[in-house]
């Protein structure tokens, strides 16, 4: 049998402010939108084209990054695409795709600012692996955050 894969990956950036609601049971959903951007040569006139592509992304479980999740901001989203229809309020059936995001971080500040891209203001959210507050971004923990019996010596940068 073959395996599939339904892996979505988005550097981009938020267009809007991120949203914190809650389900009837209490669970947090924090919605946002991404915009990515790509840019070619047309290859008739020579001259350079853009199109920009909007992805709203949806993030469970996680109440307190939306402070963190301001429009303009540089993110990386890491999840899924999943699909989804429901009947408005006409009854009219809507059909939604969205990524349902697993890791979220913080990339840096808004476009124009000094920083962006850099690992500065970085957060991480990613609801498998850790709930709560927001972890900062970098690739290994610093100092006495190391997991014991291991030490600075052992890391190998």
Do not use: H
């Amino acid at each position: 049998m073959a395996r599939s894969v339904n892996k979505v990956i988005l550097i981009g950036n938020l267009g809007r402010d991120a949203e914190t609601r809650f389900t009837p049971q209490g669970v947090p959903v924090t919605s946002f939108s991404v915009a990515t951007s790509r840019r070619w040569k047309d290859q008739a006139t020579g001259d350079w084209k853009d199109a920009t592509t909007w992805s709203n992304v949806v993030l469970w479980r996680q109440e307190n990054v939306a402070n963190y999740l301001t429009k303009g901001k540089q993110v990386y989203v890491e999840g899924r695409l999943e699909s989804r229809s429901y009947d408005d309020k006409d009854g009219n059936k809507k059909y939604v795709t969205e990524v349902v995001a697993e890791e979220v971080i913080l990339l840096g500040g808004r476009g124009g600012e000094e920083g962006s891209g850099g690992g500065g203001e970085g957060m991480q959210s990613a609801p498998r692996r850790a709930t709560g507050a927001p972890r900062p971004m970098g690739g290994a923990p610093a100092g006495d955050d190391f997991p014991p019996g291991i030490s600075d010596d052992d890391v190998p940068f």
